[in-house]
């Protein structure tokens, strides 16, 4: 386990990584074990700490988001400092995830999101840029820069890309955002990924007045699941043409998906109601629709109409921001956040499920 909040999970080199604000790990008994600052290993069999050198990632580092890239690199992005090649670099690095070993350096503004192509680094903050795999930026794609209106939010909401993956060549970008480059856009953009165009492309069914923002999406064919806080929620829509094709209602933000298997997806957040069938509103956490089903922090939906499976129950306990990171892995569930106890039992930041059972 770790000593504090995991934002990201991902599997990579063989390995579990994990990105967060921990400083170390914890011993199967929670009691302190060897630093891991901000960046963590574990062999997905054992749970026990990967044999790698974490990189060095300065004081107090925060790791947002972790992407493998197609030539085997661990792309890591967040907030933190580190040395490459005789300079100090910030906020992005690539890294072996067989060795723990600095393979790429980059500067970069802070960042919550990453997404490495065969050519291209892609990194989202409060704007979106593009860089080569050396390094350097990529110029001839124009940033992409993201707006709030503050008249629809009810608290203070952030402007921030939050997750970006690839459709039919494009960039799709998800994140808190009422405008893009100063046009209306909710909750994701479709980039053009050379120039940084956005496209003329929107989610269906998101009215301008819509408090919603993306915090997560995976795509599946030319299907794009998404988890959105704000007007909480998770979705389906065709990622060709923004079309909904099932939405279920949240009582707290969604704020990462997983494809468990072609029939079933796995949603966290900081959610405690579900609901139960189309068109349903569960409210919010504070004063919930009781009629929605409750099922805290980790939810299972079927992929093809978003019905909640009422048969899933893993309790994620004792933290209101709940479930941040995902990873399927051999059938396993591996699960990173703020939370406790998982499956009812002690467990601090980070578990391991054996399926969808909730074991």
Known sequence: MVDARSWVVRAAGRKIWVGGTFTRYLTPARTPGSAARGLAAFDPVTGAP???????????????????????????????????????????????????????????????????????????????????????????????????????????????????????GDIIAIGAFDFINGAPQKVAVKIDPYSGRPRTWKLAGLAPTSAAFGLNA???????????????????????????????????????????DAATLIVGGHFEWVARSPG????????????????PRLAAFATANGVVNTSYTPRICCNYTGVWGLAVRNGDLHVGGAFTNAGGRAQSHYAKFASVSGA
Not at 51 to 64: H, Q
Not at 109 to 131: H, I, Q
Not at 228 to 246: E, H, K, L, T
Not at 251 to 257: A, D, L
């Open 50 to 168: 990967a044999a790698v050198a974490l990189p060095n990632l300065g004081t107090n580092p925060t790791v947002y988001d972790l992407a493998p890239g197609p030539d085997g690199t661990l792309y890591v992005a967040g907030t933190f400092e580190y040395s490459f090649g005789g300079k100090s670099r910030q906020n992005l690095v690539g890294i072996d995830p067989r060795t723990g070993a600095i393979v790429a350096g980059f500067s970069t503004p802070k960042l919550r999101t990453v997404l490495a192509t065969a050519d291209r680094v892609y990194a989202g903050g409060v704007r979106l840029e593009s860089y080569r795999l050396g390094g350097a930026r990529d110029t001839p794609f124009r940033t992409v820069t993201a707006t709030i209106d503050p008249s629809l939010r009810t608290h203070d909401t952030r402007r921030q890309f939050r997750d970006l993956v690839v459709s039919g």
């Open 218 to 260: 995976v795509l599946s064919g030319d299907r794009l699941y998404v988890a959105a806080g704000g007007s909480d929620f998770v979705g389906a829509y065709r990622a060709s043409d923004g079309g909904q094709i099932w939405k279920t209602d949240t009582s707290g933000s969604s704020q990462v998906i997983a494809i468990y």
């Open 280 to 295: 349903q509103q569960c409210g919010a956490n504070q004063h919930p629709n009781t009629a929605c089903f409750f099922q």
